[in-house]
């Protein structure tokens, strides 16, 4: 579950501060040209939810057997 919650902050911190890249440059005439591209989210980062909620349902599934586990014995 810990894993889960951690990867769960990383994916969110990713999403609310997108990476960025900014250049900066002159061509051949001496004219300034430059840019600034921020990241969007992709289908990349539905992967890491689908997996991070399977990596979660997994810890609470083990969890629950090895709670019933307990009582049986």
């Given at each position: 579950?810990?894993?889960?919650?951690?990867?769960?902050?990383?994916?969110?911190?990713?999403?609310?501060?997108?990476p960025?890249?900014?250049?900066?440059?002159?061509?051949?005439?001496?004219?300034?040209?430059?840019?600034?591209?921020?990241?969007?989210?992709?289908?990349?980062?539905?992967?890491?939810?689908?997996?991070?909620?399977?990596?979660?349902?997994?810890?609470?599934?083990?969890?629950v057997?090895?709670?019933?586990?307990?009582?049986?014995e």
């Amino acid at each position: 579950m810990l894993v889960a919650m951690l990867l769960s902050a990383v994916l969110i911190t990713t999403l609310m501060n997108p990476p960025e890249l900014i250049w900066d440059g002159f061509d051949d005439q001496g004219r300034a040209i430059g840019g600034y591209v921020v990241g969007e989210p992709a289908v990349g980062a539905l992967v890491w939810v689908m997996g991070i909620a399977a990596l979660f349902a997994a810890s609470v599934y083990g969890l629950v057997e090895q709670t019933r586990q307990k009582r049986i014995e």
